[in-house]
């Protein structure tokens, strides 16, 4: 099971410059709130998908049950 | 993943998609939801006094694998409106809050995340609460 600290070392190293904070109660479900200068003119929709691309295929709700997230460009 | 010529399934969920003006798909119904996130993004459409369209991806898991390759997203619900999707449960909350979420639909003008007004006027939209069991 992931911990929220590698989560956020994911996030981070998967989308350079990002700065992420993530917690989770249960190493199962996360909470991430994700800040990085690739997200200016995304929308929402491509944000979101540039987070979720950094987890594998299946990971997501898998053994990330579920990742909460909120973008926002720097 | 394998790329079937022929893929009734997909066929139909695109179809879907195209022909509800607003279509979630969840864990679950409206009236029962099966996840805490499908149940939020219910509430929200609901809030926004917004008819629509709901497929059950546990009516069989070969929606959900079929919908996350169509739409490139990878989690359940997904909400999409005019054939778009505008997002997740995370995006839908936060476009409620903000009242873009309204907006998006074509809703009558209520301001995110505030009471609703007391008479709740349909819209123009078409009574369209169905329970699609694809596949």
């Keep these: 099971m992931p911990t929220a600290e590698e989560v956020k070392a994911r996030i981070e190293n998967g989308i350079p410059g990002a700065e992420a904070e993530v917690t989770s109660d249960d190493n199962v479900h996360f909470d991430a709130r994700v800040v990085a200068a690739e997200f200016a003119g995304l929308s929402l929709v491509d944000q979101h998908r540039l987070v979720y691309g950094i987890f594998g295929d299946g990971e997501l709700g898998g053994s990330i049950h579920a990742l909460a997230l909120t973008t926002e460009p720097r | ?135």
């Design chain 2, 1 to 135: 993943m394998t790329d079937q010529p022929e893929n009734p399934l997909r066929d139909a969920l695109a179809d879907a998609i195209t022909s509800n003006e607003v279509i979630l798909f969840m864990k679950g119904t409206p009236e029962q939801p099966m996840c805490g996130f499908s149940a939020r993004t219910c509430a929200a459409l609901t809030a926004t006094e917004t008819e629509f369209a709901a497929v059950d991806v546990l009516a069989d898991p070969r929606i959900r694998q079929e919908l996350s390759s169509l739409s490139n997203w990878p989690t359940i619900p997904q909400l999409f409106v005019r054939g778009e999707l505008v997002g997740g449960a995370d995006i839908v909350g936060q476009m409620y809050e903000s009242g873009e979420l309204a907006a998006v639909l074509g809703a009558p003008a209520t301001a995110g995340g505030e009471a609703l007004p007391e008479t709740a006027e349909p819209g123009t939209a078409p009574p369209l609460q169905i329970e699609n069991r694809l596949g």
